[in-house]
């Protein structure tokens, strides 16, 4: 049986998001699809504020608007049942109509919980995409909340810019890629624009956005971390 919980797609407002396709016959399972309730709502309004407030990503706010997101949090607690998650979305999103599921975030509350670790797991990550034939087809973005570029220090506030409530893998079709980069030209100049953005915010700014994790599974960024 797969580690992964499916949560949700995306809804335009967070309060609209239906409670998670668990097994509700336990007090643990009843327990554990609330909590995986709450890692979606602190995805959308990490989406929400940060992403789309600040833009970010000029291509997030058409496909969040449409619900055409989809959200999986997964369960698993080792790189060993993340990656048959991983396997699974990769799958289901390349199968499904893009109408109706264009991107995944496949979100891991109770893995990974430092960077490296993470940073690691990513070359496994897009060696299944390659076992899956996807490569392509499908790509593979990641954000994570103790996210650091290399050369910078950590409390540095551009490396919010990668920086997710939960490690996050986000499965992205690469015709949808293309077909944004091409309504939107600047796209090559989104990386430098984004560093700007968040030095004009600043450390106090980005925390008063409020978007960090809420989820007892994965701790919330520390200030330095924010």
């Known amino acids: 049986m797969s580690s ?5 797609s995306a809804a335009p407002h967070s309060a609209d998001l239906p409670a998670p396709s668990a097994r509700l016959d336990t007090p643990t399972a009843a327990a554990d699809a609330a909590t995986d309730a709450i890692v979606v709502q602190d995805m959308v309004r990490w989406l929400e ?5 600040l833009n970010l990503c000029p291509f997030a706010k058409g496909v969040h608007t449409k619900g055409q997101i989809h959200y999986a949090v997964s369960a698993a607690t080792d790189g060993r049942e993340l990656l048959q998650d991983l396997q699974r979305e990769l799958e289901a999103l390349a199968e499904a109509s893009p ?20 940073n690691d797991f990513l070359e496994l990550a897009d060696e299944m995409l390659d ?16 996210f650091q570029f290399d050369g910078t ?8 810019t990668n920086r997710a409530p939960y490690p996050t893998l986000h499965l992205i079709r690469e015709e949808s890629l293309d077909a ?14 984004n560093m700007e953005v968040l030095r ?24 330095e971390g924010a």
Not at 131 to 146: C, E, T
Not at 182 to 189: C, D, G, K, V, Y
Request: proline letters at 7%.
């Open 4 to 8: 992964s919980t499916t949560a949700a």
């Open 49 to 53: 504020r940060a992403v789309i407030g």
């Open 99 to 118: 109408e109706k599921r264009d991107t995944t975030l496949l979100i891991a509350p109770r893995c990974m919980e430092y960077f490296l670790d993470f």
């Open 131 to 146: 076992v899956l034939d996807l490569g392509g087809i499908l790509q593979i973005a990641s954000f994570h909340p103790q």
């Open 153 to 160: 220090e950590v409390d540095d506030i551009t490396n919010a």
């Open 180 to 193: 944004a980069v091409e309504a939107f030209p600047e796209a090559e100049m989104i990386y430098e624009r």
């Open 200 to 223: 004009e915010l600043g450390a106090v700014g980005w925390q008063a956005l409020d978007v960090g994790a809420r989820c007892p599974h994965h701790p919330k960024p520390t200030e």
